[in-house]
């Protein structure tokens, strides 16, 4: 996205995910009018980052370690623009009482977190910030750099065939090759399922867009089977069938 008429919002992650925190950290970068300053694990390291350096903009997350995010937001005796992210529905009123400027629930789709940050304002100026559409952005293909044996390695969504879980690891196959990285299946179904990824099994996350052919029991992706979970069965035959 394409910014015009203002400097950037410097913002701040908080959030004790990795993946969580990655999938923020890329939104941020494709949206001109924000400025990543850095990410921190939890509220303490926030609160001294804070004391330290002005930020316009918090991510953050409402369970932390140590302090939970709102009692972190009610410390504050200046607070940045807040928009809070959580996988939890019930404290969106403890939230806008806080005044906030928006409630994300995870996993968080791109759109919806564009929709958020329109919302965002200078502390100067009274209008929204303009996004204006970048043909180059547009079209460029989504990725993200995953951790692989001290390196950070480019995948791209639409080449990945389907992730299988290795518990605390998790295995990305691609038509051309494979790559271990460390996470839970969980954290990469947050990442990739506003993507067109579909959970079949408590193992395997697939690429709905590559699946050739299905039955009640399997999905074939490239030239690997691949079991359908009998929890999953019902969801993924409704998934397929819609498409």
């Known amino acids: 996205m394409e910014y015009v008429g203002m400097k950037p919002l410097k913002c701040l992650i908080i ?3 990795p993946i969580a925190a990655e999938v923020i950290r890329d939104y941020i970068s494709q949206v001109d009018f924000l400025a990543l300053q850095g990410t921190c694990p939890d509220a303490i390291a926030a609160l001294d980052w804070l004391h330290r350096e002005p930020i316009d903009v918090l991510f953050l997350d409402i369970h932390l370690p140590k302090l939970k995010g709102l009692e972190f937001l009610r410390s504050l005796r200046d607070k940045p623009q807040t928009i809070l992210t959580t996988a939890y529905h019930d404290y969106a009123l403890d939230a806008f009482e806080e005044d906030v400027v928006d409630y994300l629930m ?4 791109f759109a919806r977190f564009l929709k958020a940050v329109n919302k965002l304002k200078r502390p100067s100026e009274g209008s929204s910030p303009v ?3 970048s043909p180059v952005q547009q079209a460029d293909r ?4 995953f951790n692989v044996n001290k390196q950070r390695v480019k995948v791209f969504y639409d080449e990945i065939l389907y992730v299988e879980s290795l518990k605390d690891y998790a295995k990305i196959v691609t038509a051309k090759d494979s790559i271990v990285t460390r996470g839970q299946i969980g954290e990469i179904e947050a990442l990739l399922e506003p993507h067109g990824f579909l959970r079949i099994h408590r193992s395997y996350l697939v690429n709905k867009v590559l699946i050739r052919a299905y039955s009640a029991i399997e999905v074939t992706v490239g030239e690997v089977e691949l079991p359908i979970g009998r929890s ?6 409704k998934a397929l069938e819609v498409d």
């Open 106 to 109: 995870k996993p968080i789709p």
């Open 142 to 145: 989504p990725y993200h750099f």
């Open 15 to 17: 959030e004790d995910e």
């Open 131 to 133: 996004l204006m559409p």
């Open 232 to 237: 999953y069965k019902g969801l993924v035959v």
